[in-house]
């Protein structure tokens, strides 16, 4: 991000590459719509590009990203509060479309799509803030300190949220353990 804001273009596409896979399946999976994901998440990327010249380092940059995408998101229910937000409707073929990296090997794959199905029914089911320091830890691998920094709690809070988010996914999944 430093290359970038100091007049590197070509330091954006690595920053792009590397990071839009993530962003993207953490605001779809966060609003469960494609076009308002696609809309968010060109809202992030848009507003990077905007605050480059006054970028200065005070965490990682994944931090500083999801920061922007948390608030991005934040943005968007606030102006859609009356609207519950219901999580099951995502479509799974957008989901498969997005490449990530971290793919099981092959016999890994016999049981996925009903493994997959499952934790996605059980991540649905997570109170909103246990799921989205989830998805923070798990889409933009981020620590708990960066949770805690991009969502504006505690550390102790977000190690929290994470740690009954795991249990009640563990708990969910005792069936293929």
């Known amino acids: 991000m430093l290359c970038y804001r100091d007049g590197d273009a070509g330091a954006f596409d690595v920053l792009y590459g590397r990071h839009r896979g993530g962003v993207y399946r953490y605001f779809l999976r966060q609003c469960h719509d494609a076009a308002v994901a696609e809309e968010l998440f060109q809202d992030v990327w848009m507003n990077l590009i905007r605050a480059r ?18 608030n991005r998101l934040v943005d968007h229910y606030r102006q859609r509060r009356p ?20 793919d099981p090997p092959a016999e890994v794959l016999i049981d996925l799509k009903q493994q997959a199905a499952r934790l996605l029914g ?29 969502t504006s709690v505690t550390r102790e809070t977000a190690k929290s949220r994470l740690r009954y ?4 996914l563990r708990q969910g999944m005792a069936p293929w353990r």
Do not use: C, M, N
């Open 83 to 102: 609207t519950a937000v219901g999580y099951g409707e995502v479509d799974g073929d957008v989901l498969e479309s997005i490449p990530d990296e971290r």
């Open 53 to 70: 010249a006054a970028y200065t380092v005070q965490a990682k940059f994944s931090t500083y990203l999801y920061r922007l995408a948390h």
């Open 165 to 168: 988010a795991f249990a009640k």
């Open 122 to 150: 059980l991540i649905a089911a997570l109170p909103e803030a246990q799921r989205e320091a989830f998805l923070l830890q798990q889409e933009g691998g981020l620590s708990i300190e960066d949770i805690a920094s991009a």
